[in-house]
């Protein structure tokens, strides 16, 4: 009689229901909060002492929460192994030029399904902050990618690496990291991050170097959003669609395949 295989946590399901539960504490918080400020006009929701104590309070619950159920040492869930510091220079080129195209997506999808004005407003607060472009570049470039890879190159691909595939791993992982984000407009370079992100786990077990990268991700948003006016007026925004297009493709395939060449690969046998 053949013994039913181990599973290690989280499978996807579990996966699934950490995620959720990490959203449902931010929002039965949040929720309410919002409809105050809805209808007494006051502005409790973006209360910089709330935002700190309830990211703190649920990240840290979270990570406990699954460290225990892991039941794995530190080093096991939030591996940091060796590797080689080059491979962020193809990184940042890769999502820069992805950026470039994913851009065209977007503006097929929003002419499709146009997002509300509301939609927009809320999306934008979060590359604004209390202490100016500091607080942002705190939050955004430095803060979001340790919390957010810490769960999903972490805690969600520590199990799904070692339940399953490598690919359904790395693309279950960009799923439900597109997902978490409850942005549509958003999914597609989400999602893409996640793939790229997850490959970089996989191939060198380092945790680190997905916070990195997608801190460097983040970073290009937000040096995007303000400083847009300078950047649309170098000579590469000032030539042809056509032309950005091809560069960047040509640019995000030559850095993918050094993404691969510099990364090393995962050895058999090694967590």
């Not at 820069?96 to 927009?120: Q, T």
């Amino acid at each position: 009689m053949n013994e039913p295989k181990l599973k290690y946590y989280p499978t996807i399901m579990g996966a699934i229901h950490l995620v959720v539960l990490y959203i449902f504490i931010q929002t039965i918080v949040d929720f309410p909060l919002a409809l105050l400020d809805y209808y007494k006009g006051t502005d409790y929701l973006y209360n910089p002492f709330k935002k700190i104590a309830l990211g703190v309070g649920s990240t840290v619950f979270i990570f406990y929460y699954a460290y225990r159920r892991a039941g794995v040492t530190l080093n096991e869930l939030f591996p940091s192994k060796s590797f080689n510091v080059l491979v962020l220079i193809p990184v940042t080129f890769f999502l820069w030029a992805a950026h470039n195209l994913i851009g065209e997506v977007n503006f097929a999808l929003d002419k499709i399904l146009p997002p509300p004005p509301w939609f927009m407003e809320l999306f934008n607060k979060i590359f604004e902050s209390d202490y100016g472009i500091y607080g942002a570049i705190l939050k955004v470039v430095i803060m979001a990618p340790v919390i957010e890879e810490l769960i999903f190159r972490g805690v969600i691909m520590h199990g799904l690496m070692r339940n399953y595939s490598g690919f359904t791993a790395v693309f279950v992982s960009a799923l439900m990291f597109a997902l978490f984000h409850l942005n549509p407009w958003q999914f597609p370079a989400t999602f893409i991050l996640g793939l790229v992100l997850g490959i970089l786990m996989v191939r060198t077990r380092n945790i680190f170097l997905c916070i990195l990268g997608h801190a460097i991700n983040n970073g290009l948003v937000l040096i995007s959003i303000a400083y847009w006016d300078e950047i649309e007026k170098t000579f590469f925004f000032q030539s042809s669609k056509s032309n950005q297009l091809i560069i960047s493709a040509v640019i995000a395939t030559a850095a993918l395949a050094l993404i691969f060449l510099l990364s090393r690969p995962r050895k058999a046998g090694r967590n």
